[in-house]
């Protein structure tokens, strides 16, 4: 597969704690020059990267942030409040987390309320559902499945990157046998070769989470 088609895929990510201003621009600059789907940031980077996106000389990528991150526990008001402020800030998309512990209790009827909150704030944005696929059971996956179907999200989402692993091919698989009709599948959390990108997207995923392939692509442009 063609690396430019690969990067089409790719959500440009940096949300370590520790993320500065600068570093967000570079992720900025790079999701411009190579043409990925979005650069994914924290919150509080939206407006201004929004604001250096949108004067940006050569070019525009989607701005993506994330609600409820890492740990999905914040109340739905308070997701809905963070979801409304990133858009009217400039998101152009949205991933947020579900409360794993409604999951846990099979509270299923909660999860999918929450997420049509969710995405109703959204709009015409799009909205991604992560689910945290390494803290689950299959039964609880399919499940989740059937609540980001139903309650209308763009996404479903398998990982945050922070959490003690990231997606796999198993759980895409998973994924394309349960979601509904018109639901796409983003792959996030320890992508970490072309080949594995490559995987993912035959699969069926639509989006990739990760900030290595940018990486990779930098370092062999070096290389010659």
């Known amino acids: 597969m063609d690396i430019k088609e690969i990067l089409k895929h790719c959500d440009h990510t940096l949300l370590a704690q520790t993320a500065t201003w600068e570093e967000i621009r570079q992720i900025c ?21 929004a604001e250096y996106i949108n004067a940006h000389p050569d070019g525009k990528v989607a701005v993506c942030t994330v609600i409820g991150f890492p740990n999905g526990y914040n109340t739905t008001a308070v997701k809905e409040f963070e979801t409304k402020e990133a858009i009217r800030e400039g998101a152009d998309e949205i991933d947020m987390v579900v409360n794993l512990g409604w999951v846990r209790e099979g509270r299923f009827d909660l999860v999918e309320d929450e997420i049509r909150t969710l995405k109703a704030a959204c709009g015409d944005h799009i909205l991604k559902v992560i689910i945290e696929t390494c803290l689950l059971t299959e039964e609880e996956k399919v499940a989740l499945c059937g609540c980001v179907t139903g309650a ?32 796409k599948m983003k792959a996030a959390g ?19 989470g990760t900030s290595r392939i940018v990486k990779i692509v930098k370092q062999q442009e070096k290389q010659g």
């Open 29 to 49: 600059d790079d999701g411009i020059r190579y043409q990925t789907a979005s650069v994914c940031i924290p919150p509080s980077f939206v407006k201004q990267a």
């Open 190 to 208: 320890g992508i970490s070769s072309i080949e594995d990108a490559e995987e993912f997207l035959r699969l069926g995923a639509e989006r990739l």
């Open 152 to 183: 209308g999200a763009d996404y479903i989402k398998t990982s945050t990157g922070f959490s003690k692993a990231g997606a796999t091919f198993d759980d895409i698989r998973l994924f394309s046998e349960h979601i509904g009709e018109g639901v």
